[in-house]
T-cell receptor, first 112, second 111 residues
Framework: KAGVTQTPRYLIKTRGQQVTLSCSPI?????VSWYQQTPGQGLQFLFE???????NKGNFPGRFSGRQFSNSRSEMNVSTLELGDSALYLC???????????FGNGTRLTVT | GQQVMQIPQYQHVQEGEDFTTYCNSS?????IQWYKQRPGGHPVFLIQ?????EVKKQKRLTFQFGEAKKNSSLHITATQTTDVGTYFC???????????FGTGTLLAVQP
């Protein structure tokens, strides 16, 4: 079974721009969660999607949004990028959301 | 902010020495999970503990869940260089059980 796939692996953007990250979960997994990882703040929960609905949300501003498609693939979008948004964005999937998570390799976003 | 704290933040050991990281939650957890993230990698699930006072072993790794289900520990016996990485505990929070990660402990092993 293929693992969780995230694209792209690396991104460089300028302040004020917007970015879209993509995540394909393990086949059959319906829950997709997104995390932001930075050296100072560790792994911070962004949101979780299940069956195309946002089921959980972390404490991030509205500039961070996401969605899930009928095939369980998910995207997250960050608008009006700030320097502080530079981070590793990790996607994780599980069958229903209450099992251990399977993480992708992440997308490393650098905002200049 | 973080509601699951881990100590220490960083530990440097000689190969062969033991290592322990502690995880403390501000609230009772229904279960606790442990993950390992190698340098440059992504978190990988190690184990899940569910019962109060539960102890589980994986080779040289021993995991324990506290009696009050608010703390946990991971102990590695006779560390090896392959143990290098950051160890995270994680517990479900809120009505819909979003998984919140601890602050992590970075383990460095000197050969």
């Amino acid at each position: 079974k293929a693992g969780v796939t995230q694209t792209p692996r690396y991104l460089i953007k300028t302040r004020g721009q917007q970015v879209t990250l993509s995540c394909s979960p393990i086949s059959g997994h319906r829950s997709v969660s997104w995390y932001q990882q930075t050296p100072g703040q560790g792994l911070q929960f962004l949101f979780e999607y299940f069956s195309e609905t946002q089921r959980n949300k972390g404490n991030f501003p509205g500039r961070f949004s996401g969605r899930q498609f009928s095939n369980s693939r998910s995207e997250m979008n960050v608008s009006t990028l700030e320097l502080g948004d530079s981070a590793l964005y990790l996607c994780a999937s599980s069958l229903h959301g209450d099992e251990p998570l399977h993480f992708g390799n992440g997308t490393r976003l650098t905002v200049t | 902010g973080q509601q699951v704290m881990q100590i220490p933040q960083y530990q440097h050991v000689q190969e062969g020495e033991d290592f322990t990281t502690y995880c403390n939650s501000s609230t009772t957890l229904s279960n606790i999970q442990w993950y390992k993230q190698r340098p440059g990698g992504h978190p990988v699930f190690l184990i899940q503990l569910v019962k109060s006072g539960e102890v589980k072993k994986q080779k040289r790794l021993t995991f324990q869940f506290g009696e009050a289900k608010k703390n946990s520990s991971l102990h590695i016996t006779a560390t090896q260089t392959t143990d290098v990485g950051t160890y995270f505990c994680a517990g479900p929070r809120g009505a819909t059980n979003k998984l919140i990660f601890g602050t992590g402990t970075l383990l460095a092993v000197q050969p």
